[in-house]
């Protein structure tokens, strides 16, 4: 990353002013602007999450905030009520008074002298949640919003329950935020009333993971700030990025294909980080798009932010399996539209261990069943539901986990094989239990047999027709059941075959069901759909469309003790029991 300190505006910076709520709440916020915004009111834009901006964030947000500010905005990180130096206590994840406190917030920055009342909203992950939940909310000073690795889908394209099955980010997760919602303020800025601010904390504060676990089913908990229960209560603009190698990889193109506000979509070989701090590379310079998006959005600057594609992202070539990569070979390529024109969907029947040409028409009956009931050790390479770059979290070579598994190949490819969005595996089945579950993975696989893992998808059997009213299965009954894989780019050359793999298993991953089940699937009635980018087709952006990462210089930082690391332990697990019907 290029660090920057020429910036076109003189900035200042408020390291603690306090924002009043309507019941008597005071949220910390951390400001950076324009020293000339005391005369000359600018535009302020939100950052607005729980990861204490004293400490857990501080470095990441000197990267950008002063970045921003040095453009001529107002960057504003506000701690979430119950967070770092904001008072109250954070019981939950995006109720009610979360985004009824951002909307005060949102009011209180347009009222300021400094700004000229028009507002945005950024962030990755919560702050993106925040930042779409709000934007549907419709505050009148809020213009624009650009968001990064979030979902609109909070119950199944979330770290919970993913096709209906548990995930074990979901315990990971509660576990994390009981630590972040528990920890005290800094003395240093709120001061004496430190320790009745913590105590109130901890006295009110229980693992979120005990009401996740009580909302198994798609009810009114999740649809709550579910922006897909209602695509068009969003009317400002919407800037969307994600990363392949994140877990939310799938909300970037159902947004750019629901809304009907000017939008754009970026995704990149990222994992669960900003695109300009993007890991495995190659990093962008995204803070510039940003600079773009909000001197169009929230100053009327006709930049020509709105041409080109809707949709650019990287088209990831093949590499050997491995739990970690620097940079992702690729390309860049753009879409006009999403759904896009150029894309046809190319359908696959399943035969004996084999995935067959593509056709046109309905198939042949159905023919022979084939079995597997997948030990439990299926799914320990499969990395995490949600990669952060950190060793050992992205997948690694497949083939152990393909011995466990119900194998179909293509055969070897004599040319190039390209797909782009979300494949997806529909099965002519049976179970011998009531309750099962189907984990699909789509690889590629090398000449040598190295095995990569490009996306997968999971299906709780139960769930195969509503997440909202789950049904036992009938053993041995015939049922047809879907199951979307995660949206992915990805090139396929020339000699390597694509592999579909099927599990009843997916472990530690996905909880597994309650016992081990035979599943059957009848041949040439089960298809594989794949999204095919046709080669030929242009490629729609420049070879190099986005300029080199840059950023203010982070904050300087010493190191007190060296950091330990934790392995997987089996603890938790015990302490757990997900319903698979409930």
Same mark, same amino acid.
């Given at each position: ?11 200042? #910076? ?87 406190? $951002? ?125 897909? #229960? ?86 990831? #070539? ?120 189907? $984990? ?109 990462? #840059? ?32």
């Amino acid at each position: 990353m290029r660090y920057v300190t020429n910036l076109p505006y003189a900035t200042k #910076e408020e390291e603690h002013v306090t924002i009043p709520m309507s019941d008597g709440v005071r949220l910390s916020a951390h400001i950076w602007r324009p020293t000339s915004s005391d005369q000359e009111p600018v535009p302020a834009v939100m950052e607005y999450i729980p990861y204490r901006k004293r400490d857990l964030t501080a470095v990441r947000d000197s990267i950008h905030h002063p970045y921003l500010a040095g453009h001529g905005y107002a960057c504003v990180r506000v701690d979430l009520r119950g967070t770092g130096d904001s008072e109250g206590v954070l019981r939950d994840e995006y109720l009610e008074r979360e985004q009824a406190d $951002a909307e005060e917030v949102l009011a209180w920055l347009a009222e300021q002298p400094w700004c000229d009342g028009g507002t945005g909203m950024m962030g990755i992950s919560w702050g993106a949640f925040a930042a779409l939940q709000v934007a549907a909310r419709r505050p009148p000073s809020l213009k624009a919003i650009a968001i990064a690795s979030f979902t609109d889908d909070r119950h199944a394209d979330d770290m919970h329950y993913m096709g209906g099955a548990l995930l074990s980010d979901n315990l990971a997760e509660a576990g994390t935020m009981f630590a972040y919602a528990t920890c005290p303020p800094d003395p240093a800025v709120v001061g004496d009333r430190w320790r009745e601010m913590w105590q109130e904390r901890l006295e009110n504060t229980e693992p979120w993971v005990l009401e996740w676990l009580r909302h198994q089913r798609r009810d009114d908990y999740w649809r709550h700030a579910s922006v897909c #229960e209602d695509y068009s209560s969003v009317r400002c603009p919407v800037l969307a990025s994600s990363g392949w190698a994140d877990g939310y990889s799938n909300a970037v193109t159902r947004l750019l294909g629901n809304l009907d506000v000017p939008r754009k979509g970026l995704i990149g070989p990222w994992s669960h980080k900003f695109p300009h701090l993007g890991e495995p590379g190659p990093a962008i310079g995204y803070l510039q798009e940003l600079v773009r998006w909000w001197d169009h959005w929230l100053k009327g600057v006709d930049n020509g932010v709105m041409d080109g594609p809707m949709l650019r992202t990287w088209m990831q #070539e093949s590499v050997p399996p491995s739990t970690a990569y620097e940079e992702r070979p690729g390309r860049w390529v753009g879409e006009p539209d999403w759904p896009s024109p150029h894309i046809q969907q190319a359908v696959h029947p399943l035969t004996r261990h084999t995935i067959g040409p593509p056709r046109d028409a309905e198939g042949p009956e159905s023919g022979e069943a084939m079995t597997v009931r997948s030990p439990l050790s299926v799914g320990q390479f499969a990395g995490k539901w949600a990669s952060y770059n950190a060793p050992p979290d992205l997948p690694y070579d497949q083939r152990e986990e393909d011995g466990g598994s119900l194998v179909f190949d293509t055969e070897p490819l004599t040319e190039q094989l390209e797909i782009l969005g979300s494949p997806t595996v529909e099965l002519d089945l049976s179970v011998s239990e009531p309750v099962a579950m189907v $984990a699909a993975r789509l690889s590629d696989v090398s000449p040598d047999g190295a095995a990569t893992r490009v996306s997968y998808g999971i299906l709780n059997l139960t769930r195969r027709d509503s997440t909202e009213s789950p049904e036992p299965l009938e053993p041995g009954r015939r049922y047809r059941a879907t199951i979307p894989l995660n949206g992915v780019a990805q090139a396929f050359p020339p000699g390597h075959r694509v592999r579909l793999s099927l599990s009843t298993s997916y472990w530690p991953l996905a909880w597994p069901p309650p016992r081990p089940a035979l599943l059957s699937v009848h041949e040439h009635s089960s298809t594989l759909t794949l999204p095919v980018r046709p080669v030929e087709e242009p490629d729609e952006v420049p070879a190099s469309p986005f300029g080199d990462p #840059e950023g203010t210089p982070p904050l300087a930082t010493s190191q007190v003790t060296a950091p330990r690391s934790a392995g997987r332990s089996s603890g938790i697990w015990s302490a757990i029991t997900p319903s698979w019907t409930s």
